[in-house]
């Protein structure tokens, strides 16, 4: 079966991890490139490739896991030293890129030497930047700051778009019309899922494919993105970036409670537990599947396998 | 047959690259360890860790010349930006060692990594400073500061040792016991060559061992290591290291001329051929090997084919 996830971050590599355990799953990952922030944007400024970090990220989600190499994407070095805490999978695909001299055979070979399970394609090469209109009217350019808000204000974000337009990589339309299931989410809604929509063709791709495309949900609202939404709030907000005619045929959302002890972390940066609003999303989309897929570790977060379960059993 | 290669740096890049090629050759390098200039000298401030750049030189020169990892690992990231010229390989063996917590067994990932043919040995694992007193009585410290003097003196160097004492990797000891074939050189005398021998348990090593003993004499002379040397002061201060007792099989010296165009540079940086003295050598050695081994490019270096065919038909 060909899966094809969209995203980017720490959600997308939880839906990974969990489904390359699958022998008959066929997986590409569609990978947002308008990171701004971290060793990730400095890199961006600095050498003015497009950004590594998402795509790292889902290159070690789909690596063998007793590889070293696997372990070395995932180290970074300290802030304090010349290396200025840098993430060595970022100089990894760094470097790669000033030899190949190009963002997808870069890609293409860090995939080969970390010998993954599927495909790991960027959404698009354009070397665009993220912005968000708010409420009241003011802009915000760049991910990272969109991410974590420098300027205080309380108002919310109305509509996400790029500058300049970015075109879509050619390969994603192809993976995404030869789908048998396209999964969005979970992520950051408009850091990390929202942009892959707003690249020109990706909407349009995801349309005519005959895929089943299902929307996985957050588990918890983040403040000055999704303040006080409930599970059909996402919805509708991917929605409304794939456009008219659009359907999705299912929603997974959790079931479950926050422990007190995982919540403290979170009360802090003003995130709390998605509110499943049964009735309002049942209008959304063709099915809602509502069960439990958290992990329970320190942090309240995707459990890998009962999230690609959920998703393969659709 | 078993060959171990003693040195560090571009001489012994131009051994290892030419006997790689030969299939019944099975090779060992002997690095130093005592590098404290440059990308690498910086990581061993920082990191506490041994200097990686020899090393390196090394694994790249016994790795498949087809994988993309070679380049990545010769690849050098821009001073100007927040990488600060570092080498992308100096990178992977630092992060290795963070990871791993060793260098010995960073190495050998690394080995694994780059598919290299033969083994890379760390002559030592302590961390320890190369030192020069020289003639006028003045002692330098660092390799980096003998190998590019910021003092102007024309005083030569007496003798080099090492602060603190360091002690063999015990490795080293089994691969010169079981060699049939020791190469030392080529390459700077005493910021390469010696610091291996000034490591205890080497040269004891060296002289117990039943391997036909081979030194590759230098091209040309270096300001402030080897002014005026002939090929014979090279033998004479290989052998005074190697300790009473030691005797060296074969020397190989260079015969040919340097280009005019060639000498431009090498006039500046007062390098000059190392002259063939017949007679002075003889008296040291049980035999020397007068050939033409220099390559014709930009630079007057030693070509690994024929090196390797010279060293090989000993």
Redesign the interface.
């Known amino acids: 079966m060909k899966v094809v996830v969209i995203g980017g971050g720490t959600g997308t590599y939880a839906v990974l991890s969990g489904l390359k355990k699958f022998p008959d799953v066929e997986l590409t990952a569609i990978v947002t490139m308008m990171d701004s922030g971290g060793s990730s944007g ?2 961006r400024d ?2 003015g490739h497009l950004p590594p970090g998402d795509v790292r990220k889902c290159l070690v989600a789909l690596s063998n896991e007793d590889l ?2 696997r ?2 994407f995932n ?1 970074r ?1 300290e802030e304090n ?4 805490g ?1 993430s ?1 999978g970022n ?2 695909l760094t ?2 890129t ?3 001299g190009d963002t997808a055979k870069a890609i293409e ?1 860090a995939s080969k ?1 970390l010998a993954i399970k599927g495909r790991v394609l960027p959404v698009t090469l354009t070397n665009t930047t993220l912005c968000a209109k708010l409420t009241d009217g003011s802009v915000i350019r760049g991910e990272t700051n969109i991410d974590v808000r420098k300027e205080k204000t309380e108002a919310m974000i109305d509509s996400v778009y790029l500058d300049p337009q970015a075109l879509v990589f050619p390969l994603v339309v192809t993976a995404l019309k030869e789908a048998d299931l396209i999964v969005i989410g979970p992520g950051d809604l408009y850091s990390s899922i929202i942009p892959n929509l707003l690249v020109k063709g990706v909407p349009e791709a995801v349309k005519v494919s005959k895929a089943k495309k299902v929307y996985v949900v957050n588990l918890m609202t983040k403040h000055g993105e999704s303040d006080g939404f409930g599970a059909s709030d996402f919805i509708k907000e991917v929605l409304k970036y794939l456009g008219p005619g659009t359907k999705i045929d299912a929603a997974i959302v959790n079931k479950g409670k926050v422990a007190p002890e995982q919540m403290q972390d979170y009360e802090k940066e003003k995130a709390f537990p998605v509110k499943y609003d049964f009735l309002e999303c049942q209008k959304l989309v063709g099915r809602v599947i509502w069960c439990p897929l958290a992990f329970s570790g320190k942090l309240y977060r995707h459990d890998p396998e009962k999230l690609a379960r959920t998703i393969l059993g659709i």
Do not use: D, Q, Y
Request: charged share 20%; glycine share 0%.
């Open positions: 400095r890199l600095e050498f070293i190499l372990r070395l180290f070095f030293c010349s290396l200025n840098h060595f100089l990894f470097a790669l000033e030899i190949t070979e030497i």
